[in-house]
């Protein structure tokens, strides 16, 4: 699909038809991660930036999950480190 470049401001602008918006996921007020190579721009959504605070706040009573037990992880890691050293050559 064509489109056409257009001034915005001091900077360049290209509307994106509904139908590529849709199939990309982008709505107004997406963020956008913006890269050109070899002659060509590539627009694709942002990965999502956390922060432990953010993240932090979104804790509630019912995604909260119960304290686990690691007790056994290091007994489990050693045993397999011991299993796999002599295959590394370690």
């Known amino acids: 699909m064509r489109s056409q470049v257009a001034k915005w401001g ?7 038809p509904k139908a590529i918006a849709r199939e990309a996921g982008l709505v107004p007020g997406t963020t956008v991660q913006m890269t050109a190579a ?23 009573s019912k995604n909260r999950h119960r ?12 045993e397999v480190t ?9």
Do not use: F
């Open 38 to 60: 070899e002659g060509r721009v590539l627009i694709a959504p942002a990965a999502p930036h956390y922060n432990l605070r953010g993240l932090v706040t979104r804790i509630t």
């Open 67 to 78: 304290e686990t037990d690691w007790s056994l992880t290091e007994l489990v890691l050693a």
């Open 82 to 90: 011991a299993k796999l050293r002599p295959l590394l050559g370690v």
């Open 10 to 16: 001091d900077s360049l602008a290209v509307r994106i």
